[in-house]
T-cell receptor, first 112, second 114 residues
Framework: SQQGEEDPQALSIQEGENATMNCSYK?????LQWYRQNSGRGLVHLIL?????REKHSGRLRVTLDTSKKSSSLLITASRAADTASYFC????????????FGTGTRLKVLA | GAGVSQSPSNKVTEKGKDVELRCDPI?????LYWYRQSLGQGLEFLIY????????KSGLPSDRFSAERTGGSVSTLTIQRTQQEDSAVYLC????????????FGSGTRLTVV
């Protein structure tokens, strides 16, 4: 079953613009991560945010977490063509076994 | 090794045949996970191994699917009597027990059942 739902499903922007993707989830979490996937193969870990954190930055990435709304957002600033990929959120719930449940993903296309 | 290694990269098999997919995790990572991703979809959890504990098999879609992890390292995912709906990319990931840095994924095996 899917724990997370990303929004929008697809996003197309011009190079240099900012891209914002949202993730909503259903149950209480321990932490939430964002991953990038190029060409439908292996995923690359981008950033992890814990349930007691509200915002984290890594380079051009900014992640926010609102546990009261059960949602997170990923902002990519000054986007580049190389940022074209699918982006997934993954949640580690506070109950059940120790595994991440992935959302459905946002397909980002950055036009040069 | 430096990363998670999966083999083969691509596998085409005839319907009804058995296939084995291999995953070699990062040395020292105690946890190993298998996920499946159908075309354009999200990741579907299949099975999880943690150290010597009993695996979490809750995501295996049918009894045609099985997996083992030998010596706490290499894992093999076996699909018996393959069906066309089994066509997908099978992704393996490993992590430390603390999950402090998330998963490290392999490049996946693209399975096509014809």
């Amino acid at each position: 079953s899917q724990q997370g739902e990303e929004d929008p499903q697809a996003l197309s922007i011009q190079e240099g613009e900012n891209a914002t993707m949202n993730c909503s989830y259903k149950t209480s979490i321990n932490n939430l991560q964002w991953y990038r996937q190029n060409s439908g193969r292996g995923l690359v870990h981008l950033i992890l945010i814990r349930s007691n954190e509200r915002e984290k930055h890594s380079g051009r990435l900014r992640v926010t977490l609102d546990t009261s709304k059960k949602s997170s957002s990923l902002l990519i600033t000054a986007s580049r063509a190389a940022d074209t990929a699918s982006y997934f959120c993954a949640t580690l719930t506070t109950s059940g076994t120790y595994k991440y449940i992935f959302g459905t993903g946002t397909r980002l296309k950055v036009l040069a | 090794g430096a990363g998670v290694s999966q083999s083969p990269s691509n596998k085409v098999t005839e319907k009804g045949k058995d296939v084995e997919l291999r995953c070699d995790p990062i040395s020292g990572h105690t946890a190993l996970y298998w996920y499946r991703q159908s075309l354009g979809q999200g990741l579907e959890f299949l099975i999880y191994f943690q150290g010597n504990s009993a695996p979490d098999k809750s995501g295996l879609p049918s009894d045609r699917f099985s997996a083992e992890r030998t010596g706490g390292s290499v894992s093999t995912l076996t699909i018996q009597r393959t069906q066309q709906e089994d066509s997908a990319v099978y992704l393996c990931a490993s992590s430390s027990s603390s999950l402090a840095h998330g998963y490290t994924f392999g490049s996946g095996t693209r399975l096509t059942v014809v």
